[in-house]
C-alpha cells in the first residue's frame, strides 16, 4: 500500500553576495626571477574544490598607475570559463619594486543552496602567474595562462559573510618572497525569501526536518 504525503512548505533564501577585492600594490620582496607577473583570482565554496561559484561582476581601476608601457602589458581579464579575473601583466625588474595596481574585483555569490544563512565557508584563490622576460604579445599570455607559480588562499567563514572589512596581505611563499596589498569587502546586495512546496511522508514526524 503506498505511503500517504503531507506537503510542507520550505523557505528558501534568494540573496545575492557581493565579495569586492581591492588590489592595492604589488610589493616584491625579493622574486628569485625577473619577468612578467600577474595576479589571478577566482573564489568558491570550501565544500567544492571543483567549481568556481563567484561570478566576476565589476571592475573599477580606483587610481590611475603611473607604470610606462615597458612595464605593463595589455589589460586586465575576466574569463567565463573557470569565471577568474586576471590583472593586467606587469614586469619585475629589481627588488623592492613596488606596483601599484589599484583596482577593484567584485564577484556576486549566489546563496540559492542554502535554506537559510550560509554554513559553508569561501574560499578566495589568489594565484601568482608568471612569464619570462623575453615573451611578449600572444606567447606571453599563453606562458601567463600556462600554471601559477604560487597560490595564496583565504577562508572566509559563514559568520563573515554576514559583513567584513579586512586587509588580507597576500604573502605566497619563501620562494616567491612578495607582499600584495589586499583588502576584502563582503556585504549583501539583496535578499528575498520564497517557500517551495515539499512532501514529507506522513509516517515521519515533522521534527526531524529542521533548518540548520
Not at 504525503?5 to 620582496?29: G, P
Not at 559568520?159 to 589586499?182: E, I, Q, R
Request: one cysteine or more; glycine letters at 2%; charged letters at 20%.
Amino acid at each position: 500500500m503506498p505511503h500517504s504525503f503531507k506537503v510542507r512548505a520550505v523557505a528558501m533564501l534568494e540573496a545575492v553576495q557581493e565579495i569586492a577585492i581591492y588590489i592595492h600594490r604589488f610589493h616584491n620582496l625579493d622574486l628569485f626571477q625577473q619577468g612578467w607577473y600577474q595576479i589571478k583570482i577566482t573564489m568558491r565554496w570550501e565544500d567544492d574544490e571543483n567549481i568556481s561559484f563567484g561570478i566576476p561582476a565589476r571592475v573599477v581601476q580606483y587610481e590611475a598607475h603611473d607604470l610606462g608601457p615597458s612595464s605593463i602589458y595589455g589589460i586586465w581579464r575576466i574569463d567565463n570559463t573557470d569565471n577568474s579575473f586576471s590583472t593586467q601583466p606587469f614586469r619585475i625588474k629589481y627588488a623592492r619594486q613596488d606596483i601599484h595596481l589599484c583596482m577593484m574585483i567584485s564577484f556576486n555569490l549566489s546563496l540559492s543552496r542554502f535554506e537559510v544563512l550560509p554554513t559553508t565557508a569561501v574560499i578566495l584563490k589568489f594565484e601568482l602567474m608568471y612569464a619570462p622576460t623575453f615573451e611578449n604579445g600572444a606567447d606571453l599570455q599563453s606562458s601567463l595562462d600556462a600554471y601559477p607559480a604560487a597560490i595564496h588562499e583565504f577562508r572566509i567563514p559563514p559568520k563573515a559573510l554576514l559583513g567584513l572589512h579586512s586587509y588580507c596581505p597576500v604573502h605566497f611563499d619563501a620562494l616567491h618572497a612578495v607582499l600584495v596589498d589586499v583588502s576584502v569587502h563582503v556585504s549583501l546586495l539583496k535578499t528575498a525569501s520564497h517557500q517551495s512546496a515539499s512532501k514529507v511522508p506522513r509516517f515521519v514526524k515533522l521534527a526531524n526536518f529542521h533548518l540548520e
